[in-house]
């Protein structure tokens, strides 16, 4: 435990670097398990799992479906319990058969609420398994076009990742605003406070 601890606040200096100030717009404390639906909808739809592709709904979570996608990514549990990213490609008429975005994204612990950037560049999504302040962090991936992969994640780091839970980082299509949810002054465990930085 004390081992943890340690590596959270070193975690935690180490994000300092990176920290930024963004101008908070407006906030709205929202329930946990719906929050997701009143982001903006940038010509696509929220659905709740548990959906088709994850049955197990032990998480409140959401899959970000774009409008005529080709490639959805969700969070569902793997064969370990754990949540991972996941991927599926329509062709023809159908969705294949869900499998691991990619190794980088997989830790010992949860990965949930991807949502890829309209262009396909650039994937958000929280993790309470890789390196941070504690709690669920904040993440960004970045497509490699040259090496046709994903880059490794980086924490957004302070404010967006704090020591406790920080989920669904999303920018608005016009590049003014960002938005994320985080429980860090709720009274209880069943609500979130969504920013518009």
């Known amino acids: 435990r004390l081992e943890r601890l340690r590596m959270e606040n070193l975690n935690g200096e180490n994000m300092l670097r990176f920290a930024s100030t963004p101008t908070v717009v407006a906030r709205k404390q929202l329930s946990l398990k719906d929050f997701y639906l009143w982001y903006p909808k940038d010509a696509g739809s929220w659905c709740q799992t548990p959906n088709v592709f994850d049955a197990s709904g032990a998480f409140p979570g959401a899959t970000y479906v774009p409008d005529q996608a080709r490639e959805i990514y ?9 949540l991972s990213i996941m991927r599926t490609e329509h062709s023809d008429s159908l969705w294949s058969a869900p499998v691991m975005a990619d190794e980088k994204f997989t ?3 949860n990965e949930v609420f991807p949502y890829v950037s309209a262009d396909g560049r650039t994937l958000w999504f929280a993790s309470d398994g890789l390196y941070g302040a504690g709690g669920y962090d904040l993440y960004v991936s970045h497509w490699d076009t040259k090496n046709k992969e994903w880059g490794e994640p980086e924490n957004l780091g302070f404010p967006y990742s704090s020591p406790y839970n920080d989920y ?5 299509s016009d590049g003014r605003y960002s938005i994320f949810a985080s429980d860090r002054e709720c009274p209880g465990s069943d609500s979130v406070w969504v920013y518009v930085l």
């Not at 969700?74 to 754990?82: K, N, V």
């Open 74 to 82: 969700f969070s569902a549990h793997d064969e370990d319990g754990q």
């Open 168 to 172: 669904l980082f999303v920018n608005t």
């Open 107 to 109: 830790t010992g612990g």
